[in-house]
């Protein structure tokens, strides 16, 4: 992917530590490149603001966008609605119960009972930080506060009282969770690369 960024962005990413700036530049490359077949404008030309650390919004009536990126991978998704999106890789090492019991809603049950697997965990923290990006919230504060709900798949903020669904997608090495208000079938643009860091 050829780098495309703004003197805007370069300007950004000089104030940024040298891993964060590659990041940062990458993924808004990524976004203007995606954005500009979507839109059919120059990647230049895309009006998006996309400071660090924050997320991307187009301006009023152009749809709104989420991304997500890990250590080997990016994905952008685009819908007409509020969307969020989240991609974590399958074999990420952590300790899935301490974590469960830490951050989740009803977990100590199943903790008890041995039930929950760390791809279970993983599921539902991707699709808590997919629902965390269509609130545009903050990680450290909204975590404790979002139920997540296999059957039927819902996520619910306890205390904004936000109810969101959510779909779950394998992709090769990786799970990938959009959070939407929807009831019936979403059909975003979604593009996922393949990308090291």
């Not at 250590?71 to 998704?77: C, Q």
């Not at 999106?85 to 903790?111: C, G, H, M, Q, V």
Request: hydrophobic residues 35%.
């Amino acid at each position: 992917m050829q780098d495309v960024a703004t003197i805007e962005e370069i300007k950004t990413a000089k104030n940024l530590t040298n891993s964060r700036s590659k990041i940062f530049l990458e993924t808004r490359a990524y976004l203007r490149q995606s954005l500009s077949t979507l839109f059919d404008l120059d990647p230049l030309e895309i009006p998006i603001n996309a400071r660090p650390g924050e997320p991307p919004i187009l301006p009023s009536g152009m749809g709104n966008i989420s991304l997500s990126h890990c250590k080997d991978a990016i994905t952008i998704v685009w819908h007409k609605g509020k969307i969020g999106i989240d991609i974590e890789r399958i074999d990420r090492d952590f300790n899935y119960l301490k974590f469960a019991k830490k951050y989740f809603f009803n977990t100590n049950k199943s903790i008890h009972n041995n039930y929950l697997t760390k791809n279970m965990i993983l599921n539902q923290w991707c699709a808590v930080e997919a629902a965390i990006k269509w609130d545009h919230g903050k990680l450290a504060q909204d975590i404790n506060y979002w139920q997540f709900f296999e059957k039927p798949k819902k996520l619910i903020h306890k205390k904004k009282n936000i109810h969101l669904n959510y779909s779950q997608i394998n992709f090769h090495d990786w799970t990938i969770a959009l959070a939407y208000e929807e009831q019936t079938s979403l059909n975003p643009e979604i593009i996922c690369c393949s990308k090291n860091f």
